[in-house]
């Protein structure tokens, strides 16, 4: 069964680094997402994209962030100056265009010291 | 008011009952509904969506949606202590491409 990759699966990185982390969506999906999850948490919405566009983003997705669909398959999530607030399991999802359920990757925590 | 609200428990049921989660919601503009199970440390696990108004079922899972009172529940039958989770409430807006959360609520089967 086709599922969300992600890796890598633990990033430790210090504090004002560049971190990217990055996603294989389900291969015939059209909608991808990243979410986060700070330990003990609810699942907080970050960004949306579409037809290699931004769709949707929230109030924490701002400058210091970036997504990019570099080819076919890859869909990646940059964090330009991380801060420690953004140490967080990071969430890729995907969905097809003709249904609104959304599929989960493993995950990404990353850990900024 | 929250925009989405869950009981986070937890809530603990003897192996082989029915476990009833629930789950409201704030914007009546909402139109899908999903319920995710997510095991410590790891991802949001999709066990069902439901869209209208009524029951949907999926083998031991039963989602009941309620348009007019705004709430949406999760029954569980014959009850697993592998269904020993957090369970996920989402629901996205008509006018949006997101999920809205819930905070969860942590479900405990006892042997």
């Known amino acids: 069964e086709p599922e969300v990759t992600q890796t890598p699966s633990h990033q430790v990185t210090q504090m004002g680094q560049e971190v990217i982390l990055r996603c294989v969506p389900i291969?015939?999906?059209?909608?991808f997402y990243w979410y986060r999850q700070i330990l003990g948490q609810k699942v907080e919405f970050l960004v949306s994209f579409y037809n290699n566009e931004i769709s949707e983003k929230s109030e924490i997705f701002d400058d210091q962030f970036s997504v990019e669909r570099p080819d076919g398959s890859n869909f990646t999530l940059k964090i330009r100056s991380t801060k420690l607030e953004d140490s967080a399991m990071y969430f890729c999802?995907?969905?097809?265009?003709?249904?609104?359920?959304?599929?989960f990757g493993p995950g990404t925590r990353l850990t900024v010291t | 008011q929250k925009e989405v609200e869950q009981n986070s428990g937890p809530l603990s049921v003897p192996e082989g009952a029915i476990a009833s989660l629930n789950c409201t919601y704030s914007?009546?503009?909402?139109?899908?509904f999903f319920w995710y199970r997510q095991y410590s440390g790891k991802s949001p696990e999709l066990i069902m969506s439901?869209?209208s108004n009524g029951d949907k079922e999926d083998g031991r899972f039963t989602a009941q949606l309620n348009k007019a009172s705004q709430y949406v529940s999760l029954l569980i039958r014959d009850s697993q202590p592998s269904d020993s989770a957090t369970y996920l409430c989402?629901?996205?807006?008509?006018?949006?491409?997101?999920?809205?959360w819930g905070a969860g609520t942590k479900l405990i089967i006892k042997p």
């Open positions: 914007d009546r503009g909402s139109q899908s």
């Open positions: 439901i869209y």
């Open positions: 999802a995907s969905r097809p265009g003709t249904a609104y359920e959304q599929y």
């Open positions: 291969s015939n999906h059209l909608y």
């Open positions: 989402a629901v996205k807006k008509d006018s949006n491409y997101q999920l809205i």
